[in-house]
């Protein structure tokens, strides 16, 4: 299993999907940085030597924000937004979507689970 910045790549994957396990890459950044290396996309982690491995670490070290840098930057600027009271940042605030998205009937996944109405009474049973 290859490590590469704290995490742990799979073995039986491509090593093309295997790097979009690290935050901050995709599948285009992966193609890039195997073109880049000259590595098969083919290829599985379980197969890689020591020397590729080395390279993409490298790779990855000098050209990309990946990890625990790239989500402090995010939350800095959020921070930033939330702090000059933009737009953007007022949504973040009161947990709404901020990109233009109808929030009458969906946005659940930042608006929350609907609960009922509290304190409405249930007609007796006859």
């Not at 995709?26 to 590729?52: A, F, M, R, T, Y």
């Not at 947990?95 to 609960?115: D, E, S, Y």
């Amino acid at each position: 299993m290859a490590r590469i910045s704290g995490i742990d790549l799979p073995k039986n994957k491509r090593i093309e999907r295997a790097l979009t396990y690290i935050y901050g890459i995709g599948l285009s950044c992966s193609q890039k940085i195997l073109q880049k290396i000259k590595i098969n996309p083919n290829k599985h982690v379980g197969e890689l030597n020591d020397k590729e491995i080395t390279d993409i670490r490298n790779i990855l070290e000098n050209e990309y924000i990946i990890e625990g840098d790239l989500r402090r930057l995010e939350s800095i600027n959020i921070k930033r937004l939330m702090e000059i009271n933009s737009y953007r940042g007022k949504r973040h605030r009161i947990g709404l979507p901020l990109r233009g998205q109808r929030t009458r009937t969906n946005a659940r996944t930042r608006r929350g689970i609907k609960k009922t109405m509290a304190g409405k009474k249930k007609a007796p049973k006859k």
